[in-house]
DNA sequence: AAGCTCACCAACCGCGGTTTC
DNA sequence: GGAAACCGCGGTTGGTGAGCT
């Protein structure tokens, strides 16, 4: 028996959402918060599949979505990730503070697949002998090193519980040196945006997301704790930047942290200490670390991305 | 000005995992 | 334990606008 269809295909409008579906869904998950997407077209005479209000919602109404604008240091961030991670856009982007996996995967799709596919051919075009093979040739040379990456590799799954660092390796949005493209640009996305702000900061937080402040992983406190229903009812005036930009995150973001995915990548990370984490204070991990470090390195590193491979075996520590 | 091409991105589709009954 | 429902994810498509001829 194969699965039915997740809604009547029929009455079900698609293409793109008006303004007024969007004020609609934007209403209903103000009052009754995300989930349950299959009520919501029941409830509230929507003609969408629940698929779709949902997706509209992750990907375009939830608020503290960023869109567009994305840093070179965002543009580095990606491709080392992708590199290591694959085309695991969510949790790719679960390291992109208020990034959607869709807007994260269309831009390496558009931009970055071919900016890194013009840089390669340029230096094939610079060296008759390409760098190719780097890994084969470090795993023949240097067994051991290979031994230590393939363990290190396998080693992921068997990570410690509660090793759910949200980190965010990207700088705060406001560091950047250009103000990234904000949403929210069009009449009917403001108006969204307008009626979400009131409600995310009193929302409780569902999830918990981190934010960097000053080098280090903050992560708010669990919803269920007395902290963050504390921060949840004060009001977004008295929320510092990074507790409302974590809080608004994780208000709505139904998706967990993909906590295996940090765990990967913070394989080396388990010297940090017990109190630091419940003072919520976490440091960054060694491939988050890394991620800045070369990010800071700048053009530099950027130049040298030619091959992918090369940022899987620095991370290795080749 | 009109037609064409291309890039971008919002949205859809289908699959797999998880939860519920 | 198994079926159904639900949800999340990644791949793909199609509409739209910008740029070019």
Redesign the pocket.
Known sequence: ?G??P?CD?ESV?????TPEEDLVLVSYVQEHGP????AVPANTGLL?????C???W???LRPGIR??GFSDQEDRLIVHLQALLG?????IASYLPDRT???V???W???LK?KLLAQQQQQLRASPSPPKGQWELKLQTDINLARRALRDALSIDAGPPGMAVAGSAAPAPSAGPAAPQQAYALTARSVDRMMLDGWAAAAPAAGRRSCVVGGTVVIPAPATTPGAAESASRSSSELTTAECSASISSASD??AA?VADHQLLASEENNYTASAVQQGEVPLSAIESWLLEDAGAGEQKLAHDGPLLDAALHSFGF
């Open positions: 028996m699965r039915p997740c295909k409008k698609k293409g793109p959402w989930g349950n997407w299959r969408r599949c629940s698929k779709s949902r997706l509209r992750t990907n375009y869109r567009g085309n695991r856009w969510a949790a996996d869709n807007d995967k269309n831009y799709n558009t931009h071919k139904q998706r993909p």
